[in-house]
């Protein structure tokens, strides 16, 4: 086997395929120097492993030093245990074989299916490993961030993120947003999908909040104006901060159908027998069923059509009250000028991204009903796209990436079945539509949504559930759990899925300074070339 010129840190003394192995520090290793979340490399008599630092201890061969602990003002005597009587000790949890192997060596790295021998060597991982098992930033790779305690570029695969849906998780104010920004660079520069984002704290636009308190920092458009449409429900409010928009969305009460209203039942308190009344509503007045049954004034006629419909009077009182929630709301109209829906797919199929800014209206009922009413509509295009072009009449559309926030208010266990998110995560591209979703509260996610996400990218969590829910299903999920409890506050995340070979902690890549914005433009150049490149060779 080729030989390693890494210090050593240690060997192997025990472990199993299922918990990892453990390791006991050479007596020149500080166990102060060892970190969780560091990879390290072992090499067995005939593999060589890939694997990650999950825990660090202190041993001792005797008991009786714990109990007698030598005087600490004598470093003679201390010196004289350490390596000896006490020891240093690492949990590594191998993922990966990365040499040694017949398949290893041909098709690259592959999963762990055995254990390094007894007295194995460890060593540090090198940049050389990293790159072997994450690969270098190409015209597919994505420069998110760095390993801990390492300057090694971590890269994520954006063909095969964009494959299937993903996510962001993470407490509130640990760095979604910024690590969603990223991301979505991410796509733009190195993946052939358009990406539709519903930006309800308008973050992602035409500028957004950095991580330090009070300062802007440029987003898509400002850096990309040619690749991204800014879409707004409040012009008034873009104008105020002076962002070009270049598509003003209204939706007309004709556009709004008896399952929008449905889906927000929760957010508009309505009874389970308002809700069956929007139905038998639709049939007796039609398209313009909200406006008719808001409008209706006399007593006698109300009563006459309402028991026409056996619907009760507070039943109907109900609905209405949360109809009239819905009419206040300033972007809803009798009819709108122009069809959003269309207009969107437009720009979506020139290959522009389009972020829709909410303005003022931060609210979560117009957030949900929103979102919900315009992914629906253009998923349906999608799906007699793609059905149009299996049948050999048409070129299938481009893939579609849409980004929602506030995930659990449409993927939660009541509702993931009446929305279009739920429906999107569980079909796995079969429309060329994914999603990236974002939250605090995975666990508040449908377990067989979770289960559906390829990648999920986690900054610091601290409940408990909402930890067992975004590692669920994973392999070393306890030994991952420690990982992700020591995360730093900010900057730091958790990735795993189907994005990167195996888990990997990472510090993220800087964002809002110049120099950053001149890489991030540097990369699609980079992209836009190899494009060209293959456009010339096949013509």
Known sequence: MEERTNPLLGTVVAGSVEKGVDIRLDAHASVEDMVVGRYVTIEGKKRRFFGMITDIRLGVTD????????????????????????YGALHVLPMLTIGGDVA???????????????????????????????????????????????????????????????????????????LTRLLLIG?????????????????????????????????????????????????ENSRRRGVSTDFTVRIGFDEIEP????????????????????????????????????????????RDILQSMNIHESSFQNLRRGLATIRRLPFIVSKAPVDAVKTILEYLDRGMNVVLEFGRHMDITAYMLVANMLAHRIYRRYQEKTEASMAGNVAPPKPLVITIEEAHKFLNRE????????TIAREMRKYNVTLLVIDQRPSAIDEEVMSQLGTKITCLLDNEKDIDSVLAGISGKNELKTVLARLAPKQQAL??????????????????TEASYKEFARGLDVRQQAEKDIKELFD
Request: aromatic letters at 8%.
């Open 104 to 178: 290893s060596i041909i098709e690259g790295p592959q999963p762990v299916k055995t254990v390094p021998s007894h007295f194995s060597r460890v060593s540090l991982a090198s940049e050389q490993d990293m790159e072997l098992v994450f690969g270098k930033e190409d015209s597919q790779r994505f420069w998110i961030g760095n390993p801990l305690d390492m300057e090694t570029k971590l890269c994520l695969n954006l063909e095969e993120l964009v494959k299937r849906s993903n996510g962001i998780f993470g407490k509130s104010g640990t760095g979604k947003t910024f």
């Open 63 to 86: 008991e009786d030093i714990s109990m007698s602990p030598p005087d600490a003002s004598d470093p003679f005597m201390v010196e004289v245990l350490d390596g000896t009587a006490t």
């Open 187 to 235: 796509m733009l520069q190195k993946s052939r999908a358009t990406n539709l984002i519903f930006d309800m704290h308008n973050e992602y636009g035409w500028e957004g909040s950095s991580e330090s308190a009070g300062r802007k920092v440029k987003a898509l458009k400002q850096l990309f104006p040619e690749k991204v449409a800014v879409f707004t429900l409040d012009e």
């Open 259 to 302: 399952e929008d209203i449905a889906f927000l039942r929760q957010t508009l308190n309505l009874t389970e027998a308002a809700t069956e009344a929007v139905y038998q509503l639709r049939r007796r007045f039609g398209r313009d069923w909200i406006q008719k049954s808001l409008d209706l004034a006399d007593a006698d006629e109300t």
């Open 415 to 422: 509702v993931a079945s009446l929305t279009i998110f739920g």
């Open 495 to 512: 990735i795993f899925g189907h994005a990167v070979p195996m888990p990997v902690p990472i510090r993220t890549r800087e964002w809002g």
